[in-house]
């Protein structure tokens, strides 16, 4: 395995950030860490890349032990913070030439891992990092985790704040790493980039919910699922929630997902009930669970 997540427990102070995580992710593997904010997923990433000591439990990376093997795991790993790290008082040149010095190597080297990110930003390259786009210094922080080809690659939260164009840019520059035999752990709070994922592994409160791939987890999901929609989506939540026989009811862009509590649901029951609540244009029709879903559900 290319990393080794055993027992892994983490506080600070009261609050407890990583209660009994474990998890295993394999070598060329892209794994998707993936829960909403203060979900332990930064705590956990700072752990694995040597900046943070456990409180208990073990783990190791790209066979090194996080804390006998830190100067190792150093030089093995490429690790993009979710907050925009680079010298931003530098051009693009001069912050990829100063990671490739620290860590003993030259741009040409290594380009052909870098080629097709560079590219892109390339034009911009004597243009301080602090003045770049938020998609371009994504590209550049990347590239920089990547100078010194290393084994494992870490990124918290790459697409944070991207526009919905660079964010899929990005997710096929991480296709093609993979390709080359790069293992990527990448955490993120949308749940639309977990299918981008090999396998998928849902935090919440510091706890690790679920692990399994995309397309195995949301058969997972234990009940039936409708889209409800209707004139008013504010009053049809509203009145769903008060429906004596709602199992969950949460809003999912033009629709609300519902669930009943009962096996044998009653959709005409129901129609009824929300014409008697004032709403028109009823529409309610079987659609399939999403990671969303699934993870609403274990999060109860």
């Known amino acids: 395995m290319s990393i080794v997540v055993n027992k892994i427990s983490k506080s600070y102070k009261e609050i407890e950030a990583l209660i009994d995580v474990s998890l295993d992710v394999k070598y060329g593997e892209l794994f998707g860490l993936i829960g909403p904010d203060g979900a332990g997923k930064t705590t956990l990433f700072r ?42 008082d530098l051009t693009i040149e001069e912050n990829l030439t100063f990671f490739a010095t620290i860590f003993g190597t030259t741009i040409e080297e290594n380009f052909d891992l870098i080629k097709d990110i560079y590219l892109q930003i390339v034009p911009f390259k004597n ?27 870490f990124l918290d939260e790459p697409t944070t704040g991207v526009d919905p164009v660079s964010r899929k840019e990005f997710w096929e520059m991480l296709k093609r790493l993979q390709k080359k035999g790069i293992t990527i752990l990448v955490s993120t709070p949308y749940m639309d980039e977990a299918a981008l994922c090999d396998r998928i592994a849902l935090i919440q409160d510091g706890k690790i919910l679920e692990i399994d791939t995309p397309r195995e987890m949301v058969k997972h999901y234990p009940k039936a699922l409708y889209n409800v929609g209707a004139d008013n989506i504010y009053k049809l939540i509203q009145s769903l929630r008060s429906y004596e026989h709602h199992y ?46 699934t993870f609403m559900e274990l999060a109860k």
Do not use: W
């Not at 190792?72 to 790993?77: A, C, D, G, L």
């Not at 301080?128 to 084994?151: E, V, W, Y």
């Not at 969950?248 to 033009?254: A, Q, R």
């Open 248 to 293: 969950s009811v949460f809003p999912f862009g033009e629709f609300v997902h519902y669930t009943d509590q009962r096996t044998d649901f009653n959709l005409d029951e129901l129609q009824n009930f929300l014409l008697d609540q004032g709403l028109r244009d009823i529409r309610i029709e079987p659609t399939l669970p999403t990671i969303e879903d």
């Open 127 to 153: 243009r301080r990092a602090g003045k770049l786009s938020g998609g371009m210094k994504q590209k550049l922080a990347l590239c920089c985790a990547l100078i010194h080809k290393p084994k494992v690659l």
């Open 47 to 88: 752990i694995l890349t040597t900046l943070l000591i456990a409180d208990q439990g073990t783990a190791t990376v790209a066979g090194f032990d996080v804390v006998d093997g830190y100067k190792n795991i150093r030089n093995s790993v490429g690790y993009m913070p979710g907050k925009f790290s680079l010298y931003q």
